[in-house]
């Protein structure tokens, strides 16, 4: 059974940087593409950025977020990152990482809070 321990979220002032971790174990982790979503309130969950299983080749990022975040993995350490760049309070939200297999196995983080105020 896939577990995550998500990481380093809290309160941060707009226009600053946030890199958010999420640490995996229960499964094998290359296998899996990883993703982050967030759900803001009253907002339904969105996908944020989504990374290929293996060597990451492919990403995909929600156009609010273009330019600004970068997903990437770390296979060794079990790892996957968020780095947000220039923040605004629209990325004031719960932020969730999710792994999901070709087989359709597919596993849920308890979601971490990122808060954007000044």
């Known amino acids: 059974q896939g577990q995550f321990v998500e990481s380093g979220g809290g309160l941060v002032q707009p226009g600053e940087s946030l890199t958010i971790s999420c640490a995996a174990s229960?499964?094998?982790?290359?296998?899996?593409?990883m993703r982050w979503d967030r759900q803001s309130p009253g907002k339904e969950r969105e996908v944020v950025a989504e990374?290929?299983?293996?060597?990451?080749?492919?990403?995909y990022y929600v156009s609010a977020v273009k330019g600004r975040f970068t997903i990437s993995r770390d296979n060794a350490a079990n790892l996957v990152y968020l780095h947000m760049r220039k923040i605004t309070a629209d990325d004031t939200a719960v932020y969730y990482c999710?792994?999901?297999?070709?087989?359709?196995?597919?596993?849920w983080g308890q979601g971490i809070q990122v808060t954007v105020s000044s």
């Open positions: 999710n792994a999901r297999a070709l087989s359709g196995s597919e596993y």
């Open positions: 229960g499964f094998d982790f290359k296998e899996f593409s």
């Open positions: 990374m290929s299983a293996g060597g990451g080749e492919m990403t």
